[in-house]
């Protein structure tokens, strides 16, 4: 068989298997039918694996004598959603489905891990295959299960599909790929009450209503206009009488930027507008500011852009778009080694992520697949 029927035998392999995967979403840390489906294809060539984090995998693949190691992560995990595609992979399980491409991530790498079979390197390649991207902090539980102490991991790298670029281009971004995400909690407390008498009570909504318009212009007013901020006030929760004023009142939100300084300036500034509004109105504020995902800064781009161009040929890369304002787990991976996450074209007219009615575009896998060998070849 020539190495191009070799290719299209197995995308057509594993575009099943990706379908048969979004058949079956499984929800953050619980991807055990998943993670039983993945252990099984690895088996069929023979490939060295374990366990590590919660529901995550790690597959091994020695060649040669080369001590460098290089390492790909996708994630596995699908989203609680109904899905309303009607075609005949749609998700069977209610209330959940694959909005994210993260079945496609996972298979893609699979395939690579087949491909790997016959691919002459000098070295060490690692696939790991991870649970609880969407929010569950899957990647904080490989890292704590020794990731980096079990393995010399040299270099990282992963991907993810981006709805609204072709199919064909590979979007690299040189430095900061994907936003920092702080989760803002805020407990006002005042003194309740009948609401006819506010004078003899402490109205807490007075002082929420100030501290949101207090946060709404952070971006406007503190943050340099060539910087990328974002403070989002996404919950508001108190009171269950009309007739009544509440003793507290709790807002949540959430903030994004891509540069560490600005997630500074922006953390203090919350602190400063919540400490100043709830003295002036003479209520209690509790303040809780997480940062839940630092910045995914990309510390290797020249060379994902030198395997990129050697995969879809220098017109089909794309060096100049902005960086994104979600979060990826993957950034912590990055706190403790080199490498580069990278989107690939899902297509232009691709449904948006975390939408119900988008899906992986199969046509992509042999991208992902050139994309990874050329990365390969450049480090090992």
Known sequence: MTADKELSALVAEYSALRRKLHQHPEIGLETIETVSLVKSK??????????????????KINKGT??????????????????VNDFAHKSRVEGRMHACG??????????????????EFNGTVLL?????????????????????????????????????????????????????EDRIDIQITGKSGHASMPHVCNEPFA???????????????KIPSHERGVVSITQVHGGTLRNGIPDSVMIQGNVRTNNVAVQDLIEDNVRNIVSGVSTMYGVEAELE???????????????????ARRAVGDANVITDMESSMAA????????HTKGCYVWIGNGKDSAPLHNSRFDYNDDILPVVLGFFSEVVREIL
Do not use: W
């Not at 993260?102 to 691919?119: E, I, K, R, Y």
């Not at 790991?128 to 704590?144: C, D, H, P």
């Not at 971004?173 to 994907?178: D, F």
């Not at 990826?328 to 706190?335: I, L, R, T, Y």
């Open 42 to 59: 690895l088996g069929e060539y023979g490939i060295q694996h374990e366990d590590i984090g919660v529901n995550s995998l790690v597959a």
């Open 66 to 83: 080369g001590d460098a190691t290089v390492a790909f992560r996708v994630d596995m995990d699908g989203l609680e959603m109904s899905e």
């Open 102 to 119: 993260h079945d496609g991530h996972c298979t893609s790498l699979l395939a690579f891990a087949a491909l790997l079979q016959n691919m």
């Open 128 to 180: 790991l295959f991870q649970s609880g991207e969407e929010g569950y902090e899957g990647a904080l539980r490989v890292i704590e299960d020794a990731f980096f102490t079990k393995y010399k991991v040299d270099h990282i790298f992963g991907y993810h599909t981006i709805p609204g670029v072709e199919t064909g281009k590979i979007v690299v971004h040189k430095g900061a790929c994907m936003s920092s």
């Open 207 to 221: 002082a929420v209503a100030d501290i949101i318009k207090g946060l709404q212009s952070i971006v406007v007013r």
């Open 289 to 307: 500011y997480d940062r839940k995902h630092p910045v995914l800064v990309n510390s290797e781009p020249d060379l994902a852009i030198n395997a």
């Open 328 to 335: 990826e787990d993957f950034a912590f991976f990055m706190e």
